[in-house]
């Protein structure tokens, strides 16, 4: 069984910058789209970004655009560097296949201050 784990999150200041990460236990990325979600509080959970398997071909929520970029260091890790960090940032973030097939992880929660 699937086991994601983030990490990375923190507290950063209005335009800072935070890399969160991803590993997998159980099994790899090997043939998998993966992507970063976020969930703030009383909000449902939302598309941050994700990358390809083949090519690594990246796509990115309009929010994150230019700020935010996605990669997979290997077959068991992807990351998220996060930069010009707003208050609006503010959530949990996971990662999980593009379309969110396997089980969540506890996420790991990025708090911005203005």
């Known amino acids: 069984q699937v086991q994601l784990v983030e990490s990375g999150g923190g507290l950063v200041q209005a335009g800072g910058s935070l890399r969160l990460s991803c590993a997998a236990s159980?099994?790899?990325?090997?043939?998998?789209?993966m992507g970063w979600f976020c969930q703030a509080p009383g909000k449902e959970r939302e598309f941050v970004a994700a990358i390809s398997w083949i090519g690594g071909s990246t796509g990115y929520a309009d929010s994150v655009k230019g700020r935010f970029t996605i990669s997979r260091d290997n077959a068991k890790n992807i990351g998220l560097q996060m930069n010009s960090l707003k208050p609006e940032d503010t959530a949990i973030y996971y990662c999980?296949?593009?379309?969110?097939?396997?089980?969540w992880g506890q996420g790991t929660q990025v708090t911005v201050s203005s």
């Open positions: 159980g099994r790899t990325f090997s043939g998998w789209n």
């Open positions: 999980n296949t593009q379309g969110g097939r396997w089980e």
